[in-house]
């Protein structure tokens, strides 16, 4: 049984930073490229960042370019979201997930090539 566990979110003010967590369980994250999407209140799931498996390539939302960073640490299960300069609009629930297909070479943005979500955190940015 795989699970995802997402933390550290919470309430911030414009301009602050949060790290979210992505914990693996049942699943050996390092043959897999991840992803961390999001979805604001009546809106669809958004990708925001993903990471290839090896960790050597990233993709971004242009709307989080050179704000957010996404990082993993294979040894330990675990990825993390680094979310710098937050703005109002960024306020969601932020979700990690597992692409579907072991050792892609191709970081995907499309929620249906990853098969594996976690519950969500949320994140709320005060203006």
């Known amino acids: 049984q795989v699970q995802l566990v997402e933390s550290g979110g919470g309430l911030v003010q414009a301009g602050g930073s949060l790290r979210l967590s992505c914990a693996a369980s049942?699943?050996?994250?390092?043959?897999?490229?991840m992803g961390w999407f999001r979805q604001a209140p009546g809106k669809g799931r958004e990708f925001v960042a993903g990471?290839?498996?090896?960790?050597?390539?990233?993709y971004y939302l242009d709307s989080v370019k050179g704000r957010f960073t996404i990082s993993r640490e294979n040894a330990k299960n675990l990825v993390y979201l680094q979310m710098n300069s937050l703005k109002p609009e960024d306020t969601a629930v932020y979700l990690c997930?597992?692409?579907?297909?072991?050792?892609?070479?191709?970081?995907?943005?499309?929620?249906?090539?990853?098969?594996?979500w976690g519950q969500g955190t949320q994140v709320t940015v005060s203006s």
């Open positions: 990471i290839s498996w090896s960790g050597t390539k990233t």
């Open positions: 997930a597992t692409d579907r297909t072991p050792y892609s070479g191709v970081v995907h943005t499309t929620r249906n090539e990853y098969d594996y």
């Open positions: 049942g699943r050996t994250l390092n043959r897999y490229n």
